[in-house]
């Protein structure tokens, strides 16, 4: 292995190495690598304790590392707020890193089917109008670890609370998770990884709202993960006004990506599309949109408007988002709507961050 690699991986914490690192990380080191599966296991699955301590049980040298200013850090997150929502089904975290930076992990769902939502970025440079994680802007890159470390937050949490475990992961939180590709791919392999959380692959969602060198990219990694694309707008006018990101990869060759991923990885695609009440939720939004999607095999989730502060939109009347739905499914698209749970929690991406931000400075 290349020095430098070496010296990168060594700034990651221990929660963002996958197996085969660490089985290096700790053969650089001089300590037997044929410990790292037990040293795995713990860090992604010895949850209710704190490392060092909870590799107690592992050889001494293995602990002699740990304790050394030599081994990787743990990633130290720290919960700043917690809110669950009314009807109990969503939990959203945000969550402190070490810079100081905060982002959020969202746990919905219901026993047996817990799945957790988590953040890829700190705020995002796609600047999707409607999105308060767009409206803050980019600040930077989450580590492998520091996502995985979300991943784990929830895990703990479910555990304590519950007595449950996570079943599905949904990379939907902060960010644009295919922006940064190689630190989400890493977590989602020890994520997957059967010696840890061992989320099947299947169980995972990579939401992208048209990152196209992302999905090419996808489309060639070895595991399949579910694609989900945020489209919004059936003309490239109409989704340029909603995500600007639109103007650099327009529709026409994002749904050519689509169907390529959809042919090399013999899977069905989820579309996504946010219903803003008098913006694109007519019924000839609705047949536009299945006419762009004919003869893909394609998904269509519809999601009434979470509301925030920065953009001046609302959800439509339930009657319109199911004459919308109705017109999906009679041109033969399955199709569902996305319950609004959370929304007393702020759970759409990055609006804990901002009523937090607002009451701080006294205006929410
Ligand atoms: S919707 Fe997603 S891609 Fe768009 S700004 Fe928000 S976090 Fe970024």
Request: aromatic share 4%.
């Amino acid at each position: 292995m290349p020095s430098g690699e070496i010296q990168s991986i060594k700034r990651e914490y221990l929660e963002g190495l996958n197996f085969s690192s660490l089985e290096s990380c700790l053969e650089d080191s001089g300590v037997n690598p044929v410990h790292a599966k037990a040293l795995f296991n713990a860090v992604q699955r010895r949850l209710d304790r704190a490392l060092p301590e909870a590799c107690d049980h592992l050889v001494p040298p293995l602990q002699r590392w740990l304790r050394s200013a030599e081994a990787p850090q743990q990633c130290p997150l720290v919960p700043v707020a917690q809110t669950p929502s009314a009807d109990g089904y969503t939990h959203k975290h945000l969550l402190r890193l070490a810079d100081g930076a905060e982002v959020e992990a969202v746990q919905m769902g219901f026993p047996g089917r817990f799945t957790a939502c988590l953040s890829s970025q700190v705020g995002c440079a796609m600047g999707c109008v409607f999105c308060a994680t767009g409206q803050m802007g980019f600040a930077r890159h989450l580590t492998a670890g520091e996502i995985v470390a979300q991943a784990l937050h929830v895990e703990r949490q479910l555990r304590a609370t519950q007595g449950e475990r996570l079943r599905n992961i949904v990379m939907m939180g902060m960010g644009e998770p295919l922006h940064n590709f190689e630190p989400t791919m890493q977590a989602l392999e020890i994520l997957t990884d059967n010696r840890g959380l061992n989320i099947g692959p299947a169980r995972v969602a990579i939401s992208t709202v048209g990152h196209i060198p992302g999905i090419e990219q996808l489309a060639r990694h070895p595991k399949r993960y579910s694609l989900a694309v945020s489209l919004h707008g059936a003309s490239d006018a109409e989704r340029a006004a909603l995500v600007p990101i639109n103007k650099k990869w327009p529709l026409a060759d994002l749904l050519q990506a689509c169907r390529d991923y959809s042919r090399i990885k013999r899977a069905r695609v989820f579309f996504a599309w946010t219903l803003i009440g008098g913006v694109n939720d007519s019924d000839d939004h609705a047949r536009r949109l299945a006419e762009l999607l004919r003869g893909m095999d394609a998904h269509v989730n519809l999601i009434p408007l979470n509301p925030t502060e920065g953009f001046d939109g609302a959800a439509p009347a339930d009657s319109r988002v199911r004459a919308f739905q109705e017109i999906i499914q009679d041109s033969g698209l399955p199709s569902t709507v996305r319950q609004r749970r959370g929304i007393d929690v702020a759970a759409g991406c990055g609006q804990l961050k901002v009523a937090r931000a607002n009451r701080a400075s006294g205006l929410g």
